[in-house]
């Protein structure tokens, strides 16, 4: 799903086509999803990995991987939300973490029922989220400030509340919530997130505050002056942001069978990455919901594909650092050959 940008504006582009008539490659270009070239992508890191490794294209391999980065797609999200916007967040994994420590305080140590724990994670999360909302729109403090502050008051928390250790003790029907295999084959986990990447899919494509953030993201002030509440979508994005990563803590908990403080270090670059591997600018006003899962998904596959071809994680880091480098390149390369032509 591509959305407009300021690298396509009616009059740049109006003026370009009236004086410089497109190419057929430029009108095939111009139909396909912004997606294609990370798709395009994925399908090829596929063939690779299957002919380098035989059990990578096994059905239980693939469901694995799935289920793998379930909890980085329900946060990514949120994540495309606010870097479509403009900002960024760096919070979301010691929120993801504070969310945890939540559950496992009020349920192991509270005795609280595990559902309405749950809750309270999500709570927790929506209030990071709406904190961080305030300081950027009220505050006026740079989204990178802002949310790097709330990383450390939440990591912290989390630390705190848990005393620095994890906490086991769950039932089984919340384990499932992120273990259960449907059918015998479907992670439940990988089903929410699907859902959720439905939701926001529709949200973004046809709910007109969707369409608008791609417009504030591209130029705050004409948004303003053409009467978005740019104030109030700010401050909302950055709240279901928050309350996305709460979600990712409940799910996190649930499949470690465990509260971990530490839970969710460094999903927060996983998050951008995946963003902004799906063609998204960090620049605001240009990206999608189906790019984000594609770049998702480009990094759950390397992360497996390099495990079974036994490449340590150290190595596994300065790949998946080149192919965000690339990335980020490659859509530079992309915008300036769009303004070029408009």
């Not at 990563?245 to 530490?262: D, I, K, N």
Request: hydrophobic content about 55%.
């Amino acid at each position: 799903m591509s959305q407009p940008t300021t690298a396509t504006s009616p009059s740049g582009g109006a003026a370009g086509a009236a004086s410089r008539p497109a190419t057929p490659q430029a009108k095939l270009r111009r139909k396909l999803p912004s997606s294609t070239g990370p798709f395009a992508a994925l399908v090829v890191l596929f063939a690779f990995l299957a002919l380098m490794s035989p059990s990578f294209m096994t059905w239980s391999n693939i469901f694995n991987i799935g289920q793998q980065v379930a909890i980085l797609a329900v946060i990514a999200i949120g994540g495309t939300a606010v870097i479509i916007l403009g900002g960024i967040d760096l919070s979301v994994g010691a929120v993801l973490g504070l969310a945890g420590a939540v559950v496992g305080y009020l349920h192991v140590v509270e005795g609280v029922n595990i559902w309405v724990a749950a809750l309270a994670a999500l709570a927790t999360g929506l209030v990071a989220g709406v904190l961080n909302g305030l300081m950027v729109v009220y505050g006026r403090l740079p989204a990178f400030i802002a949310t790097l502050a709330m990383m450390s008051v939440a990591r912290g928390l989390a630390l705190v509340v848990l005393d620095g250790k994890p906490l086991s003790g769950y039932p089984d029907e919340f384990r499932n919530l992120a273990t259960y295999y449907i059918g015998g084959w479907l992670p439940s986990s990988l089903l929410i997130a699907v859902i959720l990447f439905l939701v926001a899919a529709a949200y973004f494509r046809w709910k007109p505050s969707g369409r608008g953030l791609f417009a504030l993201g591209a130029n705050y002030e004409v948004a303003r002056l053409s009467g978005l509440p740019v104030k109030r979508m700010t401050l909302g994005v950055y709240a279901v942001a928050g309350l996305l990563a709460g979600l990712g803590g409940v799910l996190m908990t649930a499949r470690l069978s465990s509260a971990q403080p530490t839970a969710g270090t460094g999903i927060e670059l996983d998050v951008i990455a995946a963003v902004v591997i799906g063609g998204a600018s960090l620049a605001g006003g240009y990206g999608s919901i189906a790019g984000t899962a594609i770049g998702v998904l480009i990094i759950g596959v390397l992360r497996n594909g390099l495990n079974l071809m036994n490449v340590s994680s150290f190595w596994q880091q300065v790949v998946i650092g080149l192919v965000i480098a690339g990335a980020v390149l490659i859509e530079n390369l992309r915008q300036r050959r769009e303004a070029a032509r408009s």
